[in-house]
């Protein structure tokens, strides 16, 4: 049975709610700005969980619990080689621990919300280095990521596996977040950085450091990187698959470019990772150590290896880069992300105003 409900907003806006209630399945609500749009997708739900309820395998998904369909997903990312299996991995450990008993046709909102508040009023993890006691609580970003992970399973189990009728985690709200983390490096910060590196005890570090700030690139995308996705005839470093999945290319500085040459010999140029793990060549180099030790030796405080990829997006945006420029050097989809350097460019700014009112004004 399916039906529509028209409705009013606060400010007067008409808007239709679709209802698809089917039997074996939980009711399911979508909201819609004309009434076309909640017929079509009433129309199209209705097919979906008609072939669901006659697919046999659906039938018995009641048996399925929230531990199996976590195992499951696990399973596939690691047989793909997704990047982001081992961050998944920690954040669904969690919430196997919290409700991999339950079944997964028994989950609802609420009990998903319940969990993920307990997650907020637990201890976040110590960062390297950082001093025990500190008494930090977990971030709403910190829930929003976990709960993303759970919506993730779900979905699958929805849109791919069909053993369940729909996703409860799309009906728990996101906790709002704070201003993103912006820590970046002064020159003389910078200088004794770069400093303590090339005198660490690992000799790939100054490297590095080196193409994180002066490419912006993440620490995953920087030490999977293969000889093969280093375009040294362009000058340009090739990002195959950026953690979201598109694959852009930064140039290669002329600072980074001797070191790159001295690095070079000592590794074999094939189609290994260019920063390898000694022991296991198919694993990237463990930096923490080393990475700690530098920041040690430069005095620095309050700064972690993702701040460098700050510090190269201030750069830009003081060296007058428009938004659109700092999201397609960083690999973002949208402007919004960028947007918290604007306020760097805004000298740059006031010199475009400058320029148009001396040109149309006679003005400045």
């Not at 990312?77 to 998944?88: E, G, H, M």
């Not at 779900?154 to 799309?170: C, E, G, M, R, Y």
């Not at 007058?320 to 690999?331: F, I, K, S």
Request: proline share 4%; charged share 30%.
């Amino acid at each position: 049975m399916a039906t529509i409900r028209k409705r009013k907003t606060v400010s007067g806006e008409v808007r239709y709610q679709a209802i698809v209630e089917l039997q074996g399945f939980d009711v399911e609500r979508r909201t819609f700005e004309r009434k076309a749009l909640a017929v079509d997708w009433i129309q199209r739900r209705e097919q979906e969980l008609r072939r669901l309820r006659r697919n046999p395998a659906t039938r018995g998904r009641g048996a399925y619990t929230v531990e199996q369909l976590i195992d499951r997903h696990l399973e596939d990312l690691k047989r793909d080689r997704k990047p982001a299996y081992a961050k998944r991995k920690q954040q669904l450990t969690w919430w196997r621990e919290q409700l991999g008993s339950v079944k997964a046709s028994d989950l609802t909102p609420a009990m998903i919300a319940e969990r993920r508040d307990e997650l907020l009023s637990g201890p976040a993890k110590r960062a390297r280095g950082e001093p025990s006691g500190k008494g930090r609580r977990r971030t709403p970003a910190t829930a929003n990521r976990y709960l993303a992970a759970l919506s993730k399973v779900l979905s699958d189990a929805v849109k791919q596996w069909h053993v369940l009728a729909s996703n409860p985690a799309l009906n728990v709200g996101r906790k709002r977040e704070a201003s993103g983390r912006l820590r970046y490096l002064t020159v003389q910060e910078r200088d004794r950085l770069i400093e303590a590196c090339r005198a660490s005890e690992l000799a790939a570090l100054e490297l590095i450091v080196m193409i994180a700030l002066t490419t912006g690139m993440r620490r995953g995308e920087i030490l999977g990187l293969r000889w093969p996705d280093l375009d040294r005839a362009r000058g340009l470093i090739i990002i195959q698959k950026s953690k979201n999945q598109d694959r852009r290319s930064v140039p290669i500085d002329d600072t980074v470019k001797p070191l790159l040459d001295r690095h070079a010999p000592a590794q074999r140029i094939d189609a290994g990772l260019v920063f390898p793990h000694p022991q296991d060549p198919e694993r990237p180099l463990p930096i923490d150590d080393a990475w700690q030790a530098a920041l040690e030796a430069a005095e620095i405080e309050n700064f972690r290896f993702h701040d460098l990829r700050h510090t190269a997006a201030s750069y830009l945006a003081m060296s007058g880069a428009t938004t659109a420029e700092l999201a397609a050097v960083l690999g973002h989809k949208t402007l919004q992300m960028v947007k918290r350097y604007a306020h760097l460019s805004e000298q740059h700014t006031a010199g475009v105003v400058k320029r148009m009112t001396s040109k149309f004004f006679g003005q400045g």
